[in-house]
Structure formats: C-alpha cells, structure tokens
C-alpha cells in the first residue's frame, strides 16, 4: 500500500485533479439539461405548428416546408442523441461515480483503483458506442 503525506504534492494534484473532473461533471451534466429543454422545446414546436389544420395544408403543398420540417425533426433528434452523450459524458467524469480509493490513514486502496478503471473503460466504450451510431446517423 502506498502512503500518502498530508502536504504533499501527488496528494494536492490528487484533490485538484477530483475538483476538476467534479466541476467537469457538473458542466458535462448542466450543457446535457440545457440540450435536453431546448430538443423537448423543438418538439413541442414541430407538433405545434403541425397541430394547426391551415398550416399543415400549406406544408403539404410546399416541398420547402416539408424539408425544413424533416431537417427540423433531424435537428431535434441529433439535439437529443448529443444531450445523452453530454450526460454520459457527465457521468464518466464524476468522481461520485467511483469507489473512495483511499484509506483513512492515507494509503491507496490498489484494489479499488483497479476497479474504477475497469468501471471507467467500460462507460467509455459504451458512451462511444453511442457516439458512434449518432455519428452514422449525421454522415
């Protein structure tokens, strides 16, 4: 087990390196919801205007209205995709997510280390699995 001590400079870039992936969670997470209101607000526009009899007749006689709804729909799809990568991201990155790898004395837990990483490869692969098929989707 390895010893950590109270003011040393692993230990400090250790705490800053915890504060800045939390705060990267915390933006990760916050531009997610942000993304996600504005595809629900989309959303409701499209049914909105396609909910009014005189507009949705004007939109069957006219091809450009049509494709801006189906660029509109693409919009709102590829807004929504983006946000749960934003939150996977999110997720990835909080340190709240993983095992507490240090001791109270101050030593480092190798076990849990070990699996945080697994833990950590594994939501990586799948986040990019996702990524992946948004990234086909938009090509």
């Known amino acids: 087990?390895?010893?950590?001590?109270?003011?040393?400079?692993?230990?400090?870039?250790?705490?800053?390196?915890?504060?800045t992936a939390s705060g990267v969670?915390?933006?990760?997470?916050?531009?997610?919801?942000?993304?996600?209101?504005?595809?629900?607000?989309?959303?409701?526009?499209?049914k909105a205007?396609?909910?009014?009899?005189?507009?949705?007749?004007?939109?069957?006689?006219s091809p450009e209205a049509?494709?801006?709804?189906?660029?509109?729909?693409?919009?709102?799809?590829?807004?929504?995709?983006?946000?749960?990568?934003l939150k996977g991201g999110s997720e990835l990155v909080d340190p709240?997510?993983?095992?507490?790898i240090t001791t109270k004395t101050g030593g480092i837990k190798a076990g849990e280390v070990q699996k945080n990483v697994q833990t950590g490869l594994q939501r990586a692969k799948d986040l990019a699995k996702e990524g992946e098929a948004l990234f086909n989707f938009v090509k």
Request: aromatic share 6%; net charge positive.
């Open 49 to 61: 205007i396609e909910s009014i009899p005189f507009v949705k007749q004007a939109i069957k006689l």
């Open 66 to 85: 049509q494709d801006a709804l189906a660029n509109a729909r693409v919009g709102v799809k590829i807004g929504k995709d983006v946000a749960v990568l």
């Open 96 to 100: 709240s997510g993983y095992r507490k």
């Open 1 to 19: 087990m390895f010893r950590k001590s109270s003011g040393s400079t692993a230990s400090k870039m250790f705490r800053k390196g915890i504060s």
């Open 25 to 46: 969670s915390k933006g990760l997470g916050g531009a997610s919801g942000v993304l996600t209101g504005a595809a629900r607000s989309g959303e409701k526009t499209l």
